[in-house]
């Protein structure tokens, strides 16, 4: 069973915090859950929405259809009424109604004129009243409420007479209003505030009786609807520790499990979060989580010993690479977190780490392009630039995440292939994983191996940085050691560092660096590399990378409830860099039709599959308008190509 909850408002407005902590309930009542945020790139005011997905299976996407829509203003029942199901619900504050489209001042006059369209094409005129009415004629229970005459009722409560003090708590009348028509017990709501609002008790108390105002007005009111889908709490249901949290906090988690003592950045959407986590965690170690009840849940400190994070905001994204490359050099373990545009900034440092062989690790958050683009929206168009990016034939290692449980464990491989082949390594993530909230595993430490590589404590008087060897690495010497002296220049140089141009060092050096990249694609294991889901002998293959991992997976589990009659199978390519070209080949070798699916428009994946694996998808899904793939997407889109045969389908869903 699944449950799409949607809540929508202004920016500003708690919106985020108010999905959490409804996430954070039905999580807590057993189900596994998957949170998806949409926003503007201004500061408040326009549209925001989040959709949480629970489910007593695998969850790992949002879906188009809502079962719940949760609202407090007119906006989004305008922008989001008709994705309501029949047999949903939908939930508006009832003072409302006389709201007209053309005064929504925060739309714009393109969505105002398609919403218009759309009203007019269903027959509906621009009231919210007349978009309610048509709504519950389409079989969608409506729910009116009186949010103020309820905010009022909580204010008797608790002694406050102040509204400005009272509207504060709309949210969560509106959340509460939700998990009881969905049959959820208010005490899972009270973990969810204690989640939400933790170490403010009074917040939690005061809300806690908003939420029993609430469940007792709609108990009285609308206790007769039913829906086809419930929050029960399902007894014993999250079986074994689970955390609830973001993508930036798992990666901000799994850097400081890995070793990393210095992470720099200079502030952008998305990826900031993460230096922003790590700010907040820069003193680390174990302590108290909160109430008894929430550590199996919560953003729990997973990382037994004390320790310290230095964190630098750094004057703009060169600095933030350079300082990452200076510490490196030190021997500390080094990072530095962007999204494209930062990193457009970067190739400089980038190509003195790689003529230096400095590990160094870039995260890359990626969002919509070129230029600073859709600041706040998703798109994979970075993966040609992370590989390619530079002056010269400069190597790296570039590796994509496809969920926030494979981030953590990716983070460590990192910063173990950046020392093992001592270059830089791009981890590439996306703002589908850095905005989205999801329910996983706690991450298994016992799995975390650290390997250093060739780093020396110890030298001698005639210490060679760059000596040739039979591997193309060369044992590394962090600086300030005793008796290590070594020469670092973004010239080409020799065994010691000195600068040269002769065109027999320049041949030596630059096969040296080479096959360090050739020996990486040797050795990484094939599991690192790429992972196979469902049956190897499959004639029908998707192919892609990263986030759309998720929505591909809940796609097919959705094809196989519906009795789809022809036999699927995805290849998520994990390693983009060195390519996979010949692994790729043997796994497709028996693939009639190869369907590529990719957040980009010209298919990036693909073009590196060609130029590596001579071989071309049959088939491109493809999607650019800002929005990540849904799960029921997914699933349309693939029966489509098999059925049809389309050669390319472009993907626009979304708001």
């Known amino acids: 069973m699944r449950v799409s909850w949607m809540i929508g408002g202004a920016q500003g407005s708690g919106v985020d915090s108010s999905a959490n902590f409804f996430?954070?309930?039905?999580?807590?009542?057993?189900?596994?859950?998957?949170?998806?945020?949409?926003?503007?790139?201004?500061?408040?005011?326009?549209?925001s929405y989040f959709t949480v997905v629970a489910s007593d299976g695998a969850v790992r996407s949002v879906t188009d259809e809502v079962h719940v829509l949760t609202s407090f203003d007119a906006e989004t029942v305008f922008r989001h009424a008709f994705e309501v199901m029949k047999g949903g619900v939908l939930i508006y504050d009832k003072y409302l109604e006389g709201e007209r489209l053309k005064n929504q001042s925060m739309l714009e006059p393109p969505e105002i004129e398609r919403i218009e369209q759309d009203l007019d094409e269903r027959g509906v005129s621009g009231t919210l009243k007349d978009v309610v009415r048509a709504v519950e004629e389409s079989g969608v229970n409506v729910i009116p409420m009186p949010y103020m005459d309820l905010l009022k009722r909580v204010g008797e409560i608790i002694g406050e007479s102040q509204l400005s003090a009272l509207t504060r708590m709309v949210n969560t009348l509106a959340v509460a209003s939700s998990f009881k028509l969905l049959n959820g017990e208010l005490n899972f709501l009270e973990k969810g505030l204690s989640y939400a609002f933790r170490a403010k008790k009074a917040i939690v108390r005061n809300n806690m009786i908003a939420c029993q105002v609430a469940y007792e007005y709609v108990g009285a009111e609308f206790g007769g609807v039913r829906l086809d889908v419930n929050l029960r709490p399902i007894p014993n249901g999250n079986n074994g520790r689970r955390v609830l949290i973001s993508g930036t906090s798992m990666v901000g988690i799994a850097k400081i499990a890995s070793g990393c003592r210095v992470q720099s950045y200079y502030p952008i959407t998305p990826a900031a979060d993460e230096s922003f986590y790590l700010e907040d965690e820069m003193e680390f170690g174990i302590r108290p989580d909160g109430e008894p009840d929430l550590p199996a849940l919560t953003e729990s400190k997973f990382i037994s010993e004390k320790g310290t994070i230095v964190v630098f905001q750094t004057e703009d994204e060169l600095a933030a690479i350079d300082l990452a490359i200076g510490a490196s050099l030190a021997g500390i373990r080094s990072a530095t977190a962007t999204s494209g545009p930062g990193f457009s900034l970067m190739p400089e440092g980038l190509d003195w780490a790689s003529i230096n062989e400095v590990p160094v690790v870039i995260t890359i958050y990626s969002r919509g392009g070129p230029s600073t683009g859709l600041p706040t929206r998703h798109e994979q168009s970075d993966l040609l630039f992370s590989v390619f990016a530079g002056h010269g034939e400069a190597p790296r290692i570039v590796l994509a995440s496809g969920d926030i449980e494979e981030a953590f464990?990716?983070?460590?491989?990192?910063?173990?292939?950046?020392?093992?082949?001592?270059?830089?390594?791009?981890?590439?993530?996306?703002?589908?994983?850095?905005?989205?909230?999801?329910?996983?595993?706690?991450?298994?430490?016992?799995?975390?191996?650290?390997?250093?590589?060739?780093?020396?404590?110890?030298?001698?008087?005639?210490?060679?940085?760059?000596e040739p060897t039979d591997s193309g690495i060369s044992p590394r010497i962090p600086l300030g050691t005793k008796d290590a002296v070594f020469w670092n220049t973004g010239d080409e140089h020799d065994e010691h560092g000195h600068i040269s141009e002769d065109p027999v060092n320049r041949v030596r050096m630059m096969e040296k660096r080479m096959k360090k990249l050739e020996l990486a694609d040797k050795e990484i294991p094939a599991d690192?590399?790429?992972?196979?889901?469902?049956?190897?002998?499959?004639?029908?293959?998707?192919?892609?990378?990263?986030?759309?991992?998720?929505?591909?997976?809940?796609?097919?589990?959705?094809?196989?409830?519906?009795?789809?009659?022809?036999?699927?199978?995805?290849?998520?390519?994990?390693?983009?860099?060195?390519?996979?070209?010949?692994?790729?080949?043997?796994?497709?070798?028996?693939?009639?039709?190869?369907?590529?699916?990719?957040?980009?428009?010209?298919?990036?994946?693909?073009?590196?599959?060609?130029?590596?694996?001579?071989?071309?998808?049959?088939?491109?899904?493809?999607?650019?308008?800002?929005?990540?793939?849904?799960?029921?997407?997914?699933?349309?889109?693939?029966?489509?190509?098999?059925?049809?045969?389309?050669?390319?389908?472009?993907?626009?869903?979304?708001?």
Request: hydrophobic share 40%.
């Open 409 to 466: 464990y990716d983070t460590i491989k990192a910063f173990n292939y950046a020392e093992r082949y001592q270059m830089p390594v791009i981890h590439l993530l996306d703002k589908s994983i850095a905005n989205s909230t999801q329910s996983v595993p706690f991450p298994d430490l016992n799995k975390v191996v650290i390997d250093r590589g060739l780093l020396m404590g110890v030298s001698n008087k005639d210490y060679r940085r760059f």
């Open 23 to 47: 996430a954070y309930s039905v999580a807590s009542s057993g189900y596994n859950v998957y949170g998806k945020r949409e926003y503007f790139s201004n500061i408040k005011g326009r549209h």
């Open 528 to 655: 690192e590399k790429v992972s196979v889901y469902g049956n190897a002998s499959a004639e029908n293959w998707i192919i892609s990378w990263g986030s759309t991992k998720g929505p591909i997976l809940d796609a097919l589990e959705l094809l196989r409830e519906e009795g789809f009659e022809q036999d699927i199978a995805f290849l998520q390519v994990k390693l983009l860099w060195p390519f996979p070209g010949e692994l790729i080949k043997e796994t497709l070798k028996n693939a009639k039709r190869v369907i590529d699916l990719e957040q980009n428009y010209m298919g990036q994946m693909a073009l590196l599959m060609r130029m590596n694996a001579g071989l071309e998808p049959t088939n491109y899904v493809l999607k650019f308008n800002g929005r990540p793939f849904t799960m029921t997407e997914v699933r349309d889109a693939i029966k489509t190509v098999i059925r049809s045969g389309v050669k390319k389908l472009v993907a626009t869903r979304g708001k």
